[in-house]
Structures are given as C-alpha cells and as structure tokens.
C-alpha cells in the first residue's frame, strides 16, 4: 500500500490514542496530531502551533508559507512548522495538494544531548534551518507502516508503533537537518570476530547434530578452506577441535543431572558411539563420565 492509498483511506488519523508518545535518544516525543488532506482545493489559513508539525506531499502542487516567505512544494516535499511559526498552506486550484501530516513535541530529558551538541535533532531544534526539503529518506514508508499497525490492531501492536513512532522522529528531523550535523564517525566492526562469532554460534546450536566443516563455512557464506583459516586465526584451534570441546563441556555439566542416563547424554551431545563418547571425555576431562557423575563434576585425592 502507498502512502496515497493509507491517505485516501483515512488511516492516519486511527493512530490517534495509539502512538501518544515515545523516547527517541534521550528526548520524549509526545504525538497530538495525525491526518491528512485529500487531493482537493483546499486552504489551510494562517496559524500556529506549539508543537511541530510535517507535511508529506503525495500528490499535486501548493505554496507553503511561514512568515514572510513563500515556498512551492509539490509531490514529494516535505515541509515543517517549528513550534510557534505562523503559517499557511494553500492548495493549487488545477493540481490539488494531496498531504499526510503528523504532529508532536519534542522535549529533551537528563539523557538528552546537550545544547551545544548537534546531531539529527538540529533539523527540528534550529530555528533557522530549513523549511521545505526533499530528502524526505524513509518517510513514506515509514507513515505507511505506522498505518498498517493501526488498523487492525493486533497484539504486540505498541511495541511495533512505539519502534516505527521513533523512525518517524528521527526521519524527519534528518530530513531538516544540515549534512554536517548528521555527519558521525561509523562504529567500528571487525568483521572477521563477528564471522567467527557466527561460526561458533552455528556450532552450539548444532552439538547434537553431525556438523562438518562445509555445513559451518555455508553458514557465514565462506568456503571451507577460508573459514577454517580464519577460524583458527581467530580462536587458535580448528572447527572440529572447538566442536568436539563444546560438546565435552556440554557433557560434563549434563552429566550432573542424574537423570538421563551416559547414553543418552552421548547422544545429546552428537556421539551416537557411548564408547567414542567415554574416550574422547577421558582425553578432555581426564576421568570417565561415570566418575565425573558419582564425584559430582569435581574429583578429590
């Protein structure tokens, strides 16, 4: 569904009572207004706000305007009233302005950035930034999907309207904002620890299973031969050798429930052979399963 068909359906203004606020980086944003105006003449006389509020053009062509000046916007523009502009906005005559708009306050808490910081938040704060821009980002989609949740409202729904109620925030204060105050430095992200973290996942979801070494490498779509490398650069041990220690130490805390028998914690941990399975935990722990159970995972001499 587009953002025309969520507006010509009426949807917007079933988030009201449902998105009423929500906390975006330390500001709380409270929501008062949702709606829309249809793909017709219309006018929309001089006026303010204590709130800001945003129109997303879908369709057609008008003139904003905030004080003195005077802005032509059309589909795709999205334009903003900061908290105690006057202003208006007029519908072409010929190529009616269709809009979806929202409202809200934004007030800062103790985790908020400080007022000499400047980020995304600038594009609402700064009084003397833009009005009109077209880098409306995730907008549309966003307001559509807020629309979705509204109707029907299903379980979960304030968790899903309170993630997207933030999205929309942060979109469009983005869409106002200068380059620079959304310039930041990428986080850091070592890509080979997080393949390898993938790959030893893989590896404790699948004791029980068979597991080869291409099974793990097509996991974190690698081949076999350079996921072993980098596994073994990464942790200092193969695939197959940290295998078969996680299903040992998996074993040795099973086997401090009495209940299952040394059978079935072999199984439980991928060695359908109990023989197999007493060796190889005699090798790692230095005492066999049984002795493990009877002395409660702690040998005494």
């Not at 103790?110 to 704060?125: I, K, M, N, V, Y």
Request: with cysteine.
């Amino acid at each position: 569904m587009s953002l025309a068909d969520v507006a010509g359906a009426g949807r917007l203004p079933e988030l009201a009572g449902l998105l009423d606020t929500c906390q975006v980086a330390g500001f709380r944003a409270d929501f008062v207004s949702w709606g829309f105006y249809p793909k017709l003449a219309w006018r929309n006389y001089w006026h303010r706000h204590s709130f800001h509020e945003i129109c997303l053009a879908y369709t057609g062509a008008g003139r904003f305007s905030v004080g003195g000046e005077h802005h032509e916007v059309g589909t795709g523009d999205v334009f903003l009233a900061r908290p105690g502009d006057v202003h208006e906005i007029e519908s072409s005559q010929t190529d009616p302005l269709g809009i979806a708009y929202w409202g809200f306050t934004l007030r800062g808490g103790q985790d908020a950035p400080g007022p000499d910081e400047r980020g995304w938040w600038s594009g609402l704060t700064d009084a003397a930034g833009p009005v009109v821009s077209r880098r409306t980002g995730s907008l549309a989609e966003v307001v559509t999907a807020l629309a979705g949740y509204a109707d029907p409202v299903r379980s979960g729904y304030d968790a899903g309207l309170a993630g997207l109620g933030a999205a929309l925030v942060v979109d469009t204060a983005r869409a106002f904002a200068s380059e620079d105050d959304l310039r930041v430095d990428p986080p850091p992200r070592d890509l080979p620890s997080r393949v390898v973290a993938a790959m030893q996942r893989h590896l404790a979801d699948n004791l029980c299973r068979p597991v080869r070494v291409r099974d793990v490498a097509a996991a974190v779509h690698l081949s076999e031969r350079h996921a072993e490398r980098l596994f073994r650069e990464q942790t200092g041990a193969s695939l197959m050798a940290t295998l078969r220690r996680m299903r040992l130490e998996l074993a040795a805390a099973l086997l401090l429930d009495p209940g299952p028998t040394v059978t079935e914690v072999a199984r439980a941990c991928g060695y359908p052979d109990v023989r197999a399975f007493s060796t190889a935990f005699r090798r790692l722990h230095g005492h066999s399963p049984l002795e493990h159970r009877t002395h409660i995972g702690t040998l005494h001499l």
